[in-house]
Each structure stands twice: as C-alpha cells, then as structure tokens.
C-alpha cells in the first residue's frame, strides 16, 4: 500500500518565479492538505482540498493556490516566489468518511527560493 | 500564530531513559495528535488522543490529556538512538486543519 508521494524531492528557483508541487494521496484518501515548514518551526496550515475544492484555507497570499484532480491527487502553485517562502512543503493525505482525523504526511518538498 | 507550544525545546537523554515531553495549547479541541519527525522530512503519526479520553499507550508511547489545563504529555520509555527526531503536538478543532506546536528535539545519547 503506497504512502503519501510527493515530488520534486528538492527544487531551487530565483525569486519571482513560479512552483509547482505535487502530491498523490495514500490509497482511498480522498482528502489532501498543504503544510509549509520553515525551517526550526512547526508545519503551518496553507489549504486543504476536497472533492476537488478548497473546503479551508490558513493565512496564505492568493500566491499560494492549489488543485485536486479527479483521481485525488493534488498541486500546489506558488506565484512571484518571495526568498521567505522557502521552506518544506507537506502534503497530508485524510479519508474525509466518517471524520477527518488522522492525515498521513509525505517526504515533503524543500523549496530554496535564491 | 500556533496552536500548540512544546516544552521543552529541545531534551537530550541517555540510551534507555525516559522522555518526557509537555504541549499546551489554546482553544478546545476535537483530538490531538503526536507526531515524529527525522531530520527535516516527513511526519510521522505517533499517536492519536480523543478530548474524552485521558490517557492512551502505544507500544513504548504514553500520551495524557488534560482537558482543563489544556496540555498533554509524551513520554517515550527506554529510548533508543533511533528515536532522536523532533516531536510535534497538533491538535483538531474539528476545523479540518492541524495546528502544530514548534516541536521538542529529542537527542538520545548512546
């Protein structure tokens, strides 16, 4: 049974580009969340998805969007990148029925933005 | 802003001491849940503890909640080198979302 996956494992862009992160959910998960970790703190709610919508959204820019597909995998877009958004980006995976509780995370993405 | 706040920052321990670690958080909450984490990658779900219940084990894990005071416990028995790794409390306010504390970094010394 595969875990959380997400890819790229690392990535390295200049500010004011554009990223692109992607996750495919543990097997019958049908609920996907985002995680930014700056580095010596603890994860920090970016958004989760759905059904393929944004159900919740923490206290991110428009910069950050996101996407489910049909399959339950996700992505997450980053605009404009600022050198604070470098971090670790988590995905969390969740089965939505009957509650949501426990999420399963993945390796994560490290972002360095220059 | 966190939800949660771990104490301490940081623990280091002899190979087969115990570990102990505190989290308190703010609002009420759903559940809250322990989570470890090895060198800056992906988390992984220790344990799980409703808001009616008040203490739960698993294998050389004991997790206690304390409703009114809004805290809970950690406490790894006989550790060993594997578990140096950072440790996060993140509670559920059944909000769909996590809030996680700033975590404790465990070193266990051989």
């Known amino acids: 049974d595969a875990g959380v996956t997400q890819s790229p494992t690392h990535l390295i862009k200049t500010r004011g580009q554009q990223v692109t992160l992607r996750c495919s959910p543990k097997?019958?998960?049908?609920?996907v969340s985002w995680y930014q970790q700056a580095l010596g703190q603890g994860p920090q709610f970016i958004f989760q998805?759905?059904?393929?919508?944004?159900?919740q959204r923490g206290n991110f820019p428009d910069r950050f969007s996101g996407h489910q597909f049909p399959n339950y995998s996700s992505e997450l877009n980053v605009n404009a990148l600022l050198l604070g958004d470098s971090a670790l980006y988590l995905c969390?995976?969740?089965?939505?029925?009957?509650?949501?509780?426990?999420?399963?995370f993945g390796p994560g993405t490290r972002l360095l933005v220059l | 802003s966190q939800q949660g706040e771990e104490d301490p920052q940081a623990l280091s321990i002899q190979e087969g001491e115990n570990a102990t670690m505190n989290c308190s958080y703010k609002?009420?909450?759903?559940?809250l849940q322990w989570y470890r984490q090895n060198s800056g990658r992906g988390l992984v779900h220790l344990i799980l503890?409703?808001?009616?219940?008040r203490e739960k084990h698993s294998g050389r894990l004991r997790v206690t909640l304390d409703t009114s005071k809004k805290s809970s416990s950690l406490l790894i028995t006989a550790s060993r080198a594997a578990d140096t790794a950072s440790y996060f409390c993140?509670?559920?306010?059944?909000?769909?979302?996590?809030?996680f504390g700033a975590g404790t970094t465990v070193t266990v010394r051989a």
């Open positions: 998805y759905y059904e393929e919508e944004e159900r």
């Open positions: 993140a509670t559920d306010s059944n909000d769909y979302k996590l809030s």
């Open positions: 503890i409703r808001s009616n219940e």
């Open positions: 969390a995976s969740s089965l939505t029925d009957p509650s949501p509780e426990t999420q399963y």
């Open positions: 609002t009420s909450i759903n559940n």
């Open positions: 097997s019958g998960h049908d609920t």
